[in-house]
């Protein structure tokens, strides 16, 4: 995991710079809106791979 830290770092701080452009919100309430950008960005990612699996109709 060590060998990722800077990418997975960058990832992370990509939903900061999204939700905070500026750099204008006050750090907790870029942190909460970071938290929750992160977890539509993952939940939608979820959906979308159920969607798919269901498109292929169970085939392996």
Same mark, same amino acid.
Request: proline content about 3%.
């Given at each position: 995991? =060590?060998?990722?830290?800077? =990418?997975?770092? &960058?990832?992370? !701080?990509?939903? *900061?710079? *999204?939700?905070? %452009? !500026?750099?204008?919100?006050a %750090? /907790? *309430?870029? &942190?909460?809106? =970071? @938290? @929750? =950008?992160?977890?539509?960005?993952?939940?939608?990612? /979820?959906?979308? +791979? &159920?969607? /798919?699996?269901? /498109?292929?109709?169970?085939? +392996?």
């Amino acid at each position: 995991m =060590a060998g990722t830290a800077k =990418a997975r770092s &960058a990832f992370l !701080d990509r939903f *900061e710079r *999204e939700v905070d %452009p !500026d750099g204008v919100l006050a %750090p /907790a *309430e870029r &942190a909460r809106r =970071a @938290h @929750h =950008a992160r977890k539509a960005y993952f939940t939608r990612l /979820a959906f979308k +791979s &159920a969607q /798919a699996r269901r /498109a292929r109709g169970g085939r +392996s």
